[in-house]
């Protein structure tokens, strides 16, 4: 395993001095929960908690860095991806592989970054909307003419004209 690799956090099987369960220590750290709080759930003392999760601490320094940076992570590995395409691996290994891979880091990324991964075209939504409005407009007028369609009342305050549809002004 690289250096940089963080350990894996162990299971709940391994249980540490008194029969705790490390593993329930370590997720309940990974979750943010104090050593405090552990203790009591665990029904143990801080420094026992300590104790257990020294071991794991950069899994779990990991594991937050991650929570906090994951769009950065997922943005560095699709880079990495894209630049690991040499021409000694796309012999080795379909290239399709790879890009969808970076693909799906990339849809991934941007939406950690509460960015859209899709391409709308509102100006198209927009013309329709016009059209639908004065489609509205056109058929309002008609029933009105022809008695079918009653005036507004004081309890309909707003102006006969189309449906607002609240999509962007553009």
Not at 29 to 34: D, E, N, P, S
């Amino acid at each position: 395993m690289p250096a940089n690799t963080p350990k894996k956090l162990k299971s709940h099987s391994h249980t540490g001095p008194k029969g705790i369960p490390v593993g329930l220590a370590v997720e309940y750290a990974a979750l943010g929960l104090t050593q405090t709080e552990i203790a009591r759930l665990l029904g143990c003392s801080v420094p026992r908690v300590s104790n257990m999760l020294k071991p794991h601490k950069q899994a779990l320094a990991s594991l937050e860095t991650y929570k906090t940076r994951r769009a950065d992570v997922l943005c560095l590995l699709g880079r990495e991806l894209l630049y690991s395409l040499t021409p000694d691996q796309i012999k080795a290994m379909a290239p399709a592989s790879r890009i969808t891979a970076a693909a799906i880091l990339y849809d991934k990324e941007r939406l950690e970054r509460g960015q859209s991964t899709a391409n709308v075209e509102y100006s198209a939504f927009d013309k329709e909307i016009k059209t639908l409005d004065a489609e509205i407009v056109e058929l309002e007028s008609r029933l009105a003419d022809s008695g079918r369609l009653p005036a507004p009342s004081a309890d309909y305050p707003e102006e006969s004209g189309g449906a607002d549809c609240g999509g962007p002004d553009l």
